[in-house]
């Protein structure tokens, strides 16, 4: 019929299996919170080193001093460092008068009662509200939830906690994980005494009167995609966190670093053998190792996933990333700059879109997918990065090397000077622009000025200096031109949350000189080969060079399909090839525009020029 199935599985009753993995009976409308509360204990007594009291070199630094609610005295608490608290992931969604903490409200949110109380309580989210509830049912006192602890409208705090998102997800005892919510005002269904009612059906299969099975829980697909799967920011918020306690589909399953223990089936913490289908899965899309070494294969997973999820304000690019930059940057010597790892810079350039993207607005470079909103994959990773020896292959199939030196451009403030928000709205009816901001001195508050300028005042040197989205460099450059769609290119579907449905993969579209020869390769950013012109000019760069070897049963040729189907390169065994950029000028900043491959030999048959380009 053309729809996905899957095998049935069936995992069996206590009068089959009593030993064994078995299902047990749960109330469809009510959570069994003593048996929940079993899962971070037994999780505390025997995954210690594996999922808490973590080796230093998998321990974040502790988040500065915190805004808490403490869920007994239902109040904001300050200045305190818990030994425990507990952190919430949830979708904010569009609703309007909700509370959160500002300036004008946070004296009042600190005295005893005030979230229980008028006129704050009315004003609670549900999920909030709930996630409180849930917190003190578990035994715990403090919770960690992002409107109530941070102050929205005071930027400096806002700034510090979003630059403290990876420590204070790492380091919480276990983190509520509201997937079925799609907006705060959901909630967490089926507390007892507290909550709504949930809805949640075991279909039980009775083959005998001793012998009744279900169907094996169902987990996180495709197939059953949330709004909470759709969002940048609760990405970042689960992969980080050690423990979860995950909301999904009427039901509740704990995700350790070592186990899933789900209501349905009997485990560990209920006393039984731990079963094998318990055991985590640490290659799934919400793991995360904190490695010695710098993995640019988990770099690449996890920025495909996280771009191929949708953000309310665009701005927010790079900061909805940035917790997991954070974690990566204890291996990744140099950092990230605007998302790509300077150690790695040559084989981050080579990212390409897989389905068609949506331009971010925001100050992004072209050249950094952060600029861009949906999935991306790093170009010939699989085949040209290896870093751990498997036991069969003695190096990469193929080698990427460089071709050009990056130089990146300073944006230093001078001494004294900050950015910020303009205080008051335009006298004229113009939006302000999101990533619109001005120019403070600390000599002159109350100003707001549109460029720094110098002012008399001692240099100050501050301990990470920023850059701009601008890269220089000198590369060779040729003009070629646009040819038809690489038939050979298989054109596949796929979910994007971009486009909210299964969409065409981004078409391949071959390269021709002037005399018509082929030459290369494009990867394209549209899905319709109409929204493309045939002939137009190609204004390209060399980024880098690669060689590639034939391997086992040539499997490499699936990374570089023109090697495959092209009559010019396909009984080569060698195939050397330059990484290009497709590039427009505006004014005097180049811009990229798609990522392609050349064939070495048919770049050598062009007019070069070397050329000085400034990339934005």
Known sequence: CGDPHGYLELVPSVGVSPKGEHFLPINPN??????????????????????????????????????????????????????????????????????????????????????????????????????????????????????????QDDDKHKDKQLKSMASIYSRSYFTIVAVDAPDANHGLAG???????????????????????????????????????????????????????????????????????????????????????????????????????????????????????LLTHQTDGLNAFSAILHALGRSFRGGFLHGMPELFFDFAMLWKPLYPQKRRNGPFPSWSWVSWEGNVALSLLKKSHRLIYDGQDFGAAIEITPEVTWYKTSIYLPSGWSRAKPAGSPLSSTTVPEDFCIFRHGNIPNVEFLHPVPVATEPFFQDSEPWSNHLRFKAERSVLYLGPVFKGYPQKDGWSNVWNGFVSSCLLFSVFDKQGQWCGVIHSNVA?????????????????????????????????????????????????????????????????????????????????????????
């Open 528 to 616: 319709d080969e109409g929204e493309m012109t045939p002939g137009q000019e190609c204004d390209l760069i060399i980024i880098s060079s690669g060689r590639a070897h034939r391997d086992r049963n040539d499997a490499v040729k699936v990374w570089l399909e023109e090697w495959k189907f092209v009559e010019e390169v396909r009984e080569l065994d060698v195939y050397e090839f330059y990484n290009i950029l497709w590039v427009e000028n505006k004014g005097d900043v180049t811009y990229r525009k798609a990522l392609g491959r050349i064939w070495k030999t048919a770049w050598n048959r062009q007019r070069v020029e070397s050329v000085d380009i400034v990339l934005g």
């Open 30 to 151: 009510w959570l069994d919170i003593q048996r929940v509360r079993r899962w971070p204990l037994h999780c505390d007594s025997e995954h210690s080193y594996g999922c808490f009291d973590l080796p230093s070199w998998k321990t974040l630094e502790d988040p500065p001093s915190m805004i808490l609610v403490d869920v007994k005295s239902w109040r904001l608490v300050q200045g305190i460092q818990p030994q425990r608290y507990v952190a919430l992931s949830y979708v904010w969604g569009r609703i309007g008068n909700d509370l959160e903490t500002t300036k004008s409200n946070f004296q009042e949110l600190q005295k005893p009662g005030a979230l229980d109380s008028q006129p704050w309580s009315h004003r609670l989210p549900r999920t909030v509200y709930d996630a409180l509830l849930f917190t003190r049912q578990m035994g715990e006192q403090y919770l960690w939830v992002d409107r109530l602890c941070i102050i």
């Open 191 to 309: 507390l007892p005494g507290t909550s709504l009612p949930r809805t949640y059906n075991m279909t039980k299969l009775d083959f005998s009167p001793v012998c009744s099975m279900i169907k094996a829980p169902v987990f996180e697909s495709q197939f059953n995609i949330k709004e909470w799967h759709r969002r940048c920011w609760t990405f970042q918020e689960r992969i980080l966190s050690n423990r979860n306690i995950v909301f999904f589909e009427g039901r509740v399953f704990w995700e350790c670093q070592q186990s899933v223990w789900t209501e349905e089936l009997g485990d560990a913490p209920d006393g039984l053998v731990a079963s094998r289908s318990s055991r985590r899965n640490l290659n799934d899309r919400y793991s995360f190792d904190f490695l010695k070494y710098p993995d640019l294969h988990l770099y690449s997973k996890l920025v495909s996933i996280y771009n191929g999820r």
